[in-house]
């Protein structure tokens, strides 16, 4: 039988709880309630037996571009709404890719600099 996918995990230099806390928020799923502040690893179970994300202390910095990323895609809100929100909760952009039709994303980084892409939200309007 082939392994299954556990965790994604990431690598956090800083405080595992204060990085989970941040994806915690942007992506609305919780903090293992076994998890607390200064623990080296912290857990966000996300439903419908999808991986966990995994925070796990280490002691080498973040050198080189994310080889994997998350692209997300908002709901309920446009991409320039989430940039926005993203922002607020301690991310930073690093590119704009939005084409003038609307497609495209923005590569932004998380507070210890990993990558992901805020594509197309559900409520921006695409023309061809």
Same mark, same amino acid.
């Given at each position: 039988? =082939? ?17 989970? #806390? ?25 439903? =419908? ?16 571009? =994310? ?9 309920? #809100? ?7 929100? +993203?922002? *607020?909760?301690?991310? #930073?952009?690093?590119?704009?890719? *939005?084409? &003038? =039709? ?6 932004? +980084?998380? &507070? ?17």
């Amino acid at each position: 039988m =082939n392994p299954a996918i556990r965790h994604i995990t990431f690598d956090c230099t800083g405080e595992p709880y204060e990085l989970a #806390r941040f994806w915690s928020e942007l992506l609305g799923h919780p903090i293992s309630d076994e998890d607390k502040p200064g623990d080296p690893e912290v857990l966000i179970e996300l439903p =419908n037996g999808a991986p966990g994300l995994l925070f796990v202390s280490v002691e080498e910095g973040k050198a080189t571009k =994310n080889r994997i990323h998350f692209d997300l895609q908002p709901t309920g #809100r446009a991409r320039s709404a989430e940039v926005e929100r +993203a922002v *607020t909760l301690g991310a #930073r952009i690093l590119t704009d890719r *939005t084409l &003038p =039709n609307g497609r495209g994303w923005v590569v932004m +980084a998380d &507070p210890e600099g990993n990558e992901f892409c805020l594509e197309r939200g559900e409520l921006d309007p695409v023309e061809d």
